[in-house]
C-alpha cells in the first residue's frame, strides 16, 4: 500500500493566485513528520516546509504553508501568490517514527506549471 | 554552510564499466542517505548510515551496488559492472538527527546514464 499518496500529477495555477497541493499519508505510528520539497527543472531537491505530527498549528513558511488534518491524514501544500518560478515537481514526504531508524518515504510528486 | 556536495554532476558510462559516486554531507550531520530517482520508480532509498554506520540496505537492488562511508564527511555509492537501466539520478541527502524535524536536505544529484 502507497504510504503517501499525491493524486495530482499535473497542476496548473494562473501567475499571484493560490494553488493547493494534495498530499494523503498512510502511518499506524504516533510520532511521524510530513515534508514537501520542490524539485525544478534543474534538478536539485529543495526542502520546502516540515510538519510534526504533534505540532498544533499549522506549519508556514513565507508563501508555503501546510495544512494539516490529522483525522483525515492529510497534509496539502498552500503556495500563496503563485510565481512563475514556483513551476516544478512537488513532492510530499513522511518520515515514521522519531528514533535513528526514521527515513522518508515519497510520494509520487505533482508537476505543477504557473501560467502568466 | 555548504549543503551536501556530489560528484560528478554528470556522468555517462559504458556498460561494465565501474561508477563511484561521491558525496560530502553537510557538516555536523550524522546521518547520510542514498536516494535514486527515475521516471519508472520515483524517489527510492537505497541505504542509509547514521553515524557512519548502515542501518538499512534493504533499498540497494542487488548486489552490484555498494556503499561506503569511511568517515563522517565521506560516502561512496558504487555500481559494478554498471548496466544501462542503472541509468538515474543518484541523490545524497543528509540530516541532523533530532534538528528541525530530522529534516533531509539534498544534495544536486549525480546524473547518470550508462550507454
Known amino acids: 500500500a502507497q504510504k503517501i499518496t499525491q493524486t495530482q500529477p499535473g497542476m496548473f495555477v494562473q501567475e499571484k493566485e493560490a494553488v493547493t497541493l494534495d498530499c494523503t499519508y498512510d502511518?499506524?505510528?504516533?510520532?511521524?513528520?510530513l515534508f514537501w520539497y520542490k524539485q525544478p527543472s534543474s534538478g536539485e531537491m529543495i526542502f520546502l516546509i516540515y510538519?510534526?505530527?504533534?505540532?498544533?498549528q499549522n506549519a508556514t513558511e513565507g508563501r508555503y504553508s501546510l495544512n494539516f488534518q490529522k483525522a483525515r491524514k492529510s497534509a496539502n501544500l498552500v503556495i500563496s501568490a503563485s510565481q512563475l518560478g514556483d513551476s516544478a515537481m512537488y513532492f510530499c514526504?513522511?518520515?515514521?517514527?522519531?528514533?535513528?531508524?526514521?527515513?522518508?518515504?515519497f510520494g509520487t510528486g505533482t508537476r505543477l506549471q504557473v501560467t502568466l | 554552510d555548504a549543503g551536501v556536495i556530489q560528484s560528478p554532476r554528470h556522468e555517462v558510462t559504458e556498460m561494465g564499466q565501474e561508477v563511484t559516486l561521491r558525496c560530502k554531507p553537510i557538516?555536523?550531520?550524522?546521518?547520510l542517505f542514498w536516494y535514486r530517482q527515475t521516471m519508472m520508480r520515483g524517489l527510492e532509498l537505497l541505504i542509509y548510515?547514521?553515524?557512519?554506520?548502515?542501518?538499512?540496505d534493504s533499498g540497494m537492488p542487488e548486489d552490484r551496488f555498494s556503499a561506503k562511508m569511511p568517515n563522517a564527511s565521506f560516502s561512496t555509492l558504487k555500481i559494478q559492472p554498471s548496466e544501462p537501466r542503472d541509468s538515474a539520478v543518484y541523490f545524497c541527502?543528509?540530516?541532523?538527527?533530532?534538528?528541525?524535524?530530522?529534516?533531509?536536505?539534498f544534495g544536486e544529484g549525480s546524473w547518470l546514464t550508462v550507454v
Open positions: 541527502a543528509s540530516r541532523r538527527f533530532l534538528l528541525s524535524g530530522n529534516t533531509i536536505y
Open positions: 502511518t499506524s505510528d504516533q510520532s511521524y513528520g
Open positions: 510538519q510534526g505530527s504533534y505540532d498544533e
Open positions: 514526504a513522511m518520515r515514521e517514527g522519531a528514533g535513528t531508524a526514521s527515513k522518508l518515504t
Open positions: 557538516s555536523g550531520h550524522n546521518s
Open positions: 548510515f547514521n553515524n557512519n554506520v548502515p542501518i538499512d
